[in-house]
């Protein structure tokens, strides 16, 4: 699988005419959503390299990431003359980028294309690491393929746009990447004054928080080992997405993940001796900045049926990533189904839902 170039950019107009530039193409396409098409397009006006270039709009939100809107996307390239030597940009949040990514990649079996990131979720996890894909079946990412973009440009200007949800949802996945990586980024990201953002400061925390992807990435790309360790909150995490949207009551993803974190650090502790004050003090950020996800004990089976369709697992038996410290990490761990439900009490009762 090739690498991917990941650029923190300076000056977006040249970082991202230097990646056109290195994808010689005959049409160039722009994905954009119903939000990023108002908010962050305007911005992009006025480059040079971008003047002939067609735009596909498609509906914002995680309810959008299906094979309707895939299709979608398909249908415009293919009616506004793509062919396989076309390019496609995505600019967006991981919804488009994780979308646009499989249209890229599906479409006349592979065309390039760049992902320019406008969540601070998608410019830490989504759009890093080549993996794309769609909603299927109730499922979170049931159907995708591992396909690098060419390029990867992280303009942090458009964090300045982004409300508190959106920034505590691209949080989460920062803190994970503080959980496997090392004690002082992990310390660093507790401390970080999330009310008051230093946009110079959240910039090189992106920059680091990416480079713990890429190198994880770089050591298994297909994910056969250690970059199971980026799964870590997401076995829980997705279970509780795919409940939320069942029942129309939608969640971010890095809120369901920040939750699945406090399930799967309880796990650690109790598997494979996970520091508790470590865990009491993550558990602590997440409750007060991320509040709880309801649900009863009547849910606990319905939950512990979605964990077993996680892509970690294998002949049915649900895999977790655990810690055994901040940046030791415990893959391929199982546990039985009482345990879950133990987990699922105690998540209950420290978040008090």
Known sequence: MSKQEVILCEELESSLTNAIGKCPHDKLFILTDEHTHRLCLPQLSGIPALKEATEIIIGAEDVHKNLETLASVWQALSEQGATRHSLLINLGG?????????????????????????????????????????????????????????????????????????????????????????????????????????????????????????????????????????????????????????????????????????????????????????????????KENYGGFAFNCKQYDQLYELMKHDKKNSAGVINFTLLKEVGDISLNQTTDKDTIFEMFDFYRECMGV
């Open 94 to 286: 991981g919804m488009v980028t994780d979308l646009g990514g499989f249209a890229a990649s599906s479409f006349k079996r592979g065309i390039a294309y760049i992902n320019v990131p406008t969540t601070l979720l998608a410019m830490v996890d989504a759009s890093v690491g080549g993996k794309t894909g769609i909603n299927f079946n109730g499922l979170k990412n049931e159907i995708g393929v591992f396909a690098p973009a060419a390029s990867v440009l992280l303009e942090t200007e458009f964090l300045r746009s982004l409300d508190a949800h959106n920034f505590f949802s691209g949080y989460a996945e920062m803190l994970k990447h503080g959980l496997i990586s090392t004690p002082e980024h992990m310390a660093e990201l507790l401390a970080f004054d999330t009310e008051k953002i230093d946009y110079a400061a959240l910039k090189s925390m992106v920059g680091r928080s990416v480079q713990v992807k890429e190198d994880i990435v770089e050591q298994d790309p297909l994910e056969h080992g250690i970059r199971k360790a980026l799964n870590l909150g997401h076995t829980v995490g997705h279970a509780f997405e795919s409940l939320a949207l069942a029942e129309g009551r939608p969640v971010l993803h890095g809120y369901a993940v920040a939750w699945g974190i406090v399930c799967e650090l309880y796990l650690s502790y109790i598997k494979v001796g996970f520091p508790k004050e470590k865990m009491r003090q993550t558990i602590q950020f997440i």
